[in-house]
């Protein structure tokens, strides 16, 4: 099972938008709505942003959001903030029961 | 409160094995899927495996089939994953995480185990 692909970093300036896609097969991005997004800072425990594709979870501020098409899954910040950089990982449901996350995105607050 | 602590530092050298543990509490301890997964310095997070809350099914990477083992001990609300013949490929941080049943997403994470392999 290879790693869903993802560009390795994204960058904005403050109040832009960014998005961060994740592209996998259809034996997984595709097959399952089953796609969540972690933001990862350096020492502290993955934060989840995003589930199931699109439902964000409650303190996640709504700037973020999630989407799907075919095989791609898309991470988007909307007004992007300084707290907004980090690494982001999307992470996908396969057909084999395993789970698989993608390759990282950095994202810069210019 | 959901806490998932690991167990300390492990330094090892090539070809041995390690057991990492990961001791739960605020929850019912067989009500939770719990995974493995790892991050190698200046690499990205790695899934490993899978134990489902049953203790029933385990699911594991096929890059780490035949060498790795999870386990867990009721008595003491603890979860074990033994990786065998390690490489200097093995040095990472390695996390529990938690899942609730079909939610499909990981809820809390434990605090990491560094494991180094050197010879």
């Known amino acids: 099972q290879s790693a869903l692909t993802q560009p390795a970093s994204v960058s904005g300036s403050p109040g832009q938008s960014i998005i961060i896609s994740c592209t996998g097969t259809?034996?997984?991005?595709?097959?399952?709505?089953?796609v969540s997004w972690y933001q990862h800072e350096p020492g502290k425990a993955p934060r989840l942003m995003i589930y199931?594709?699109?439902i964000r979870p409650s303190g996640v501020p709504n700037r973020f959001s999630g989407s799907k098409s075919g095989n791609t899954a898309s991470l988007t910040i909307s007004g992007l903030q300084t707290e907004d950089e980090g690494d982001f990982y999307c992470?996908?449901?396969?057909?084999?029961?395993?789970?698989?996350f993608g390759t990282g995105t950095k994202v810069t607050v210019l | 409160q959901v806490q998932l602590e690991q167990s300390g530092a492990e330094v090892k050298k090539p070809g041995a094995s390690v057991r990492v543990s990961c001791k739960a509490s605020?929850?019912?301890?067989?009500?939770?899927?719990i995974h493995w997964v790892r991050q190698a310095p200046g690499q990205g997070l790695e899934w490993m495996a899978i134990?489902?809350?049953?203790?029933?099914?385990?699911f594991y990477a096929q890059r780490f089939q035949g060498r790795l083992t999870m386990t867990r001990d009721t008595s003491t609300r603890t979860h074990y994953l033994e990786l065998r013949s390690l490489s200097s490929e093995d040095t990472a941080v390695y996390f529990c995480?938690?899942?609730?049943?079909?939610?499909?997403?990981?809820?809390?994470w434990g605090q990491g185990t560094p494991v180094t392999v050197s010879s």
């Open positions: 992470n996908s449901y396969t057909s084999r029961g395993t789970y698989v």
């Open positions: 605020g929850y019912t301890f067989t009500s939770q899927h």
């Open positions: 995480v938690s899942e609730t049943p079909d939610a499909y997403f990981f809820d809390y």
């Open positions: 259809s034996s997984d991005v595709g097959g399952y709505d089953h």
């Open positions: 199931d594709v699109s």
């Open positions: 134990l489902t809350y049953d203790g029933g099914r385990r």
